[in-house]
């Protein structure tokens, strides 16, 4: 006689499901579709055109042959190394490709990288080291112009990926699954998961992405993108999930969870500390740039000092913080928060611009 069991939902985030009430743990670490899904799923935020899917009909390099044994290390490392349109074809399967050293961008090959895993691929750092870099200002990766802070290349794009176990604790400036300075870059549709840098510091930052110096200041996008979830959350000293220093964020129907901030002493440090421990979800330091938050949910993230969801800090006072139609919900700030905005600390050009958002 068959069983018949209760009403249940099939796509959970954190769970799988065997039968009747009987579950088990799912890894987005070993299996590219489990774990949330991309996105904030209630955002509706418009996205600018540069900021949408880059077109990747026309690779110039696919990794692999079909098969998951012929998706490697080494055949991404060097894929990245020359830049262009980089594709998979690795089985129809969802696989994990577990780097053995840091994937790391040319300044001197294509000037645009785009990387599309077809939401099927899983880059993993291994808890070893750094997934992605991208450096216009270091010589070892070519200078290309007298301006590497302020080029127009390379302009990087990963989408449709899930970055995990990414570790830049033995890097200098943080950004566990990826580093960026110079050009331009955008993550869209994808998901980051258990990245870490330092643990303590006052001026490193990025559990999962730091960037520095955008052309002519223009933002980095994050779009319809994951960071953490339960047992997954990044964690860095300052930004478990994003930070910058002078860089414009806008960030686009995304989810923040359960990423943290575990420095301790703030920024400048307490005597006596180590210092850091501020923006559980995004840490944003510098003088003249803006946050924009737009359809996006921010729960569950903690900050050891300042803002357990946004730190932002304008030292000149010229920056803007924009939040719209998101919601900001228990983001506890164990330090010190902004009165009247739960979960941030904010110094800017006037108030917090909230338009249509919960923030509690």
Not at 126 to 146: E, H, K
Not at 220 to 231: K, L, M, P, Q, R
């Amino acid at each position: 006689m068959s069983q018949r069991c209760g009403s249940w939902i099939a796509a959970v985030m954190v769970f799988g499901v065997l039968g009747c009430g009987e579950s088990v743990p799912v890894d987005p670490r070993t299996n590219p579709n489990d774990g949330p899904p991309t996105g904030n799923g209630d955002g509706s935020c418009s996205v600018p055109a540069e900021a949408q899917l880059a077109d990747v009909s026309s690779p110039d390099t696919v990794i692999g042959d079909g098969s998951p044994a012929s998706c490697t290390s080494e055949a991404f490392v060097d894929a990245v190394a020359r830049g262009g349109v980089i594709t998979f074809d690795c089985g129809p399967e969802p696989v994990v490709i577990t780097l053995d050293r840091t994937a790391k961008v040319f300044n001197d090959q294509n000037p645009d990288v785009v990387i599309d895993g077809g939401g099927k691929v899983t880059l993993s750092g291994g808890g070893r080291v750094r997934i992605l870099y991208q450096n216009a200002c270091d010589p070892s990766q070519v200078w290309t112009t007298s301006h590497c802070n302020d080029q127009d290349h390379p302009r990087l794009t990963v989408q449709n990926l899930t970055f995990v176990d990414g570790n830049a604790k033995a890097e200098e400036d943080g950004g566990g699954a990826i580093f960026v300075r110079g050009g331009r870059f955008k993550a869209v549709n994808t998901r980051f998961f258990n990245n870490v840098c330092h643990d303590v510091g006052p001026d490193v930052g990025g559990g999962a992405i730091r960037v520095f110096d955008m052309y002519q200041d223009r933002p980095a996008y994050v779009v319809n993108s994951t960071f953490g979830g339960e047992g997954l959350g990044n964690v860095c000293s300052n930004g478990g999930a994003l930070s910058s220093i002078g860089v414009s964020y806008t960030v686009i129907n995304s989810a923040f969870t359960h990423n943290a901030a575990i420095g301790n002493g703030a920024n400048p440090q307490r005597a006596g500390t180590p210092g850091g421990g501020s923006g559980g979800a995004i840490y944003n330091d510098g003088n003249t740039f803006t946050l924009t938050v737009c359809g996006t949910v921010m729960e569950n993230n903690t900050a050891n000092e300042g803002g357990g969801a946004i730190f932002f800090v304008s030292n000149d006072r010229s920056g803007s913080l924009v939040i719209e139609d998101s919601v900001l919900r228990n983001n506890p700030s164990d330090g010190f928060e902004t009165q009247g905005y739960p979960g941030i600390f904010v110094l800017a050009n006037g108030d917090p611009q909230v338009r249509s958002s919960v923030i509690e």
